[in-house]
């Protein structure tokens, strides 16, 4: 087409050991836009109702959009998607590196895997050459060194390997997909979906290039807004610290995850962790995704002390919350031996982490003893603790195996109240900010479509002051810290808004954090696909593209019942910035509901389901 899209779409039977090319209709493409969007239609259309994630009705979507093929700042991510095993809804997880530009190199849109592999294989796509090969002498080695073997087995230093670690193997339902080991397809457990069909890996590079539609207008754009992003991440100090720069804020305004959720203030504790100490203790250094201006994942290197030495990926904010103030520890070497373990092992650090606070505090309530525990004393603070217990969780051996099926299903194990104490929506743990303090997240959260996730929606971040998006009535003051006014709106907005960004697919710090503009997402779109769509028909695409995932859900039993938050968010703090309050949560959701043009059984309407063509 020369329009940002192949519209090919790379099909692979395990079962079959069969693979095909099938062409992408063009109006899919209008409505979906491509990656998460075109993936979550593609489920919709192809899942057969609820089903085992681990069963062979699962399918597996790795989805390019229209801004891999030219160099777009923040255009190298792609979007995984399928049936969560941790949650059971829709799923999408995105991550960067080179993965996605590979992809559409090779000549296609997007990937779907199906069907289950008779003994472990990896997949080697070069443009039209797709191989089924033999990964049994891979099945058991951690993800970097899968990695590392195919790149020497191959010989090809250009291919680009998305890999599972034996968590995914294993079917811990919290396995994540690493891709070149630097970026991490995190949430959701699809990493432990690929290991049920016995796909360690796949590589992918091509030779094609596949053109903007205008040629001259694409470059200039590139250009204009490569150096726009990288002056203000220089000034506003996202380039040189990365996400750790925000857990001082975070902290200081009750967001920060502290003693699995039942502390209030930890200021030192997050001034450790957070920048500029991690920054220097560390040694880190941006690393930054193909065509990327700001770089937030970190390289670090640490030469002492022994136990601690490492050279490689640094942990971002979220694990410096899940891994460090959740478990009362502080320094950000212990974080980083953690998210190193579990980026090797292939668990998602932020779930991984909140299963160490879970496990602690049951241990402190007396709901699990060190007869349950193989002899550990779970403590918090301890170093020991968390490497034990990812090593544990990620084999899925001794204790650890009580949480291969995610924190909700291993405290239904332990006893009633330890249900009461997890922190989660529909299954998936919180991540790194809490519902109490930046309040839209309340109905984020509730209602995520892949359940509690700050990174489908990035509310907090308006909240907090540091993101607005003025196209779509987002700006300073139209939120204020407690009060219910336009909570709802914002969060909407925001969902419809992180829909369209991982359809695009575009990295979300370009415009959280980079300041680039919905306006001049706008342009790139235009640009690359030829097209001209209005801010109003890209927030169309948004919301259809949410409405889709949340049918999917609905089909699979999913309803107002399911949209709800935990115990926790309800017990408010004693002191620090949200002192004495809870989240006004029954008059945040009839907000939404109403705003979403949803019934009272949270399905949407004839009425609004027509509005958006679905
Ligand atoms: S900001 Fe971070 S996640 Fe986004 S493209 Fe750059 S390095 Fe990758």
Redesign the pocket.
């Known amino acids: 087409m020369g329009n940002g899209y192949w519209q090919r779409l790379l099909r692979v039977d395990l079962t079959a050991r069969k693979s095909w090319v099938e062409s992408i209709d063009e109006k899919d493409l209008k409505q979906f836009i491509g990656g998460a969007g075109l993936a979550s239609k593609i489920l919709l259309d192809e899942v057969p109702g609820k089903i085992d994630p681990y069963g062979p009705d699962n399918i597996v979507v790795f989805a390019a959009g229209p801004f891999q093929g030219p160099a777009i700042p ?1 255009g ?2 792609f979007s995984i998607a399928g049936i969560s095993p941790v949650t059971g809804t829709f799923a999408d997880t995105a991550a ?1 590196a080179d993965w996605g530009p590979a992809l559409k190199d090779a000549g296609y849109d997007m990937l779907v895997v199906q069907g289950v592999a008779e003994k472990p294989v990896y997949l080697q796509i070069v443009d039209d050459s797709v191989e089924i090969k033999d990964a049994s002498h891979l099945w058991g080695r951690d993800s970097y060194e899968a990695i590392d073997a195919i790149r020497n087995e191959t010989g090809d230093e250009k291919l680009s390997i998305a890999s599972i670690g034996p968590a995914g193997e294993k079917q811990v339902a919290i396995a994540c997909v690493v891709v070149d080991k630097h ?1 991490f397809a995190g949430r959701c457990g699809l990493g432990a979906v690929l290991g049920s069909k016995g796909l360690k890996a796949i590589a992918v590079k091509g030779t094609r290039k596949l053109e903007p539609y205008d040629r001259d207008k694409t470059p200039e754009l590139i250009k204009q807004y490569q150096q726009k992003i990288l002056k203000e991440v220089k000034e506003n100090g996202f380039k040189e610290h990365g996400t750790p720069a925000l857990c001082e804020t975070a902290e200081s305004l009750g967001d920060m995850p502290i003693k699995y959720w039942n502390g209030d203030v930890w200021p030192e504790g997050a001034k450790r962790l957070g920048a500029p100490n991690s920054t220097k203790v560390l040694s880190a250094v941006p ?3 193909k065509f ?1 201006p ?4 970190r390289k670090i290197s640490v030469q002492e002390p022994p136990e601690y030495v490492l050279k490689g990926v640094g942990p971002e904010y979220e694990t410096y919350g899940m891994m460090g103030t959740n478990l009362l520890i502080d320094d950000p070497k212990v974080v980083a031996k953690g998210n190193d373990m579990a980026n090797r092992l292939g668990l998602d650090t932020i779930s991984a982490g909140s299963m160490v606070g879970f496990a602690i505090e049951c241990f402190e309530k007396g709901w699990l003893t060190s007869k349950d525990t193989g002899g550990l004393e779970l403590k918090w603070g301890e170093p020991h603790v968390l490497f034990a217990l990812l090593d544990q969780i990620g084999n899925k051996k001794d204790f650890g195996a009580v949480f291969s099926a995610g924190t909700l299903r291993a405290a239904e194990s332990i006893s009633s109240e330890a249900v009461k104490a997890v922190v989660h929506c529909k299954g998936l743990d919180f991540p790194s900010h809490d519902a109490r303090s930046c309040i839209s997240l309340a109905p984020t959260y509730a209602t995520g479509t892949r359940g509690a996730c700050h990174f489908r929606g990035g509310c907090e971040d308006v909240e907090m002051g540091g993101f607005f998006i003025p196209e779509i009535g987002i700006r300073e003051g139209t939120v204020k810290f407690f009060e219910r006014e336009n909570q709802s709106m914002v969060a909407a907005r925001c969902q419809d808004y992180f829909a369209l960004l991982n359809s695009l697919v575009i ?1 979300a ?1 370009m415009t959280d954090g980079g300041g680039m503009s919905f306006t001049e997402i706008k342009e790139f779109f235009n640009a690359v696909t030829g097209w001209d769509y209005s801010i109003r028909e890209l927030m169309d695409a948004g919301e259809s593209i949410f409405t889709v995932q949340r049918l999917i859900n609905i089909r699979d039993g999913y309803n107002a019942k399911s949209d709800v938050l935990p115990g926790k968010m309800f017990q408010p703090a004693k002191e620090g910035f949200r002192a004495g309050k809870v989240p006004p949560f029954r008059k945040l959701m009839k907000d939404y509901y109403a705003l979403r043009g949803w019934n009272d059984n949270g399905e949407p309407t004839r009425d609004t389901l027509d509005r958006l063509g679905l």
């Open positions: 923040g190298a991510k960067g970026s690393y930054p995704c990327c700001i770089g937030c994942h990295c710090f």
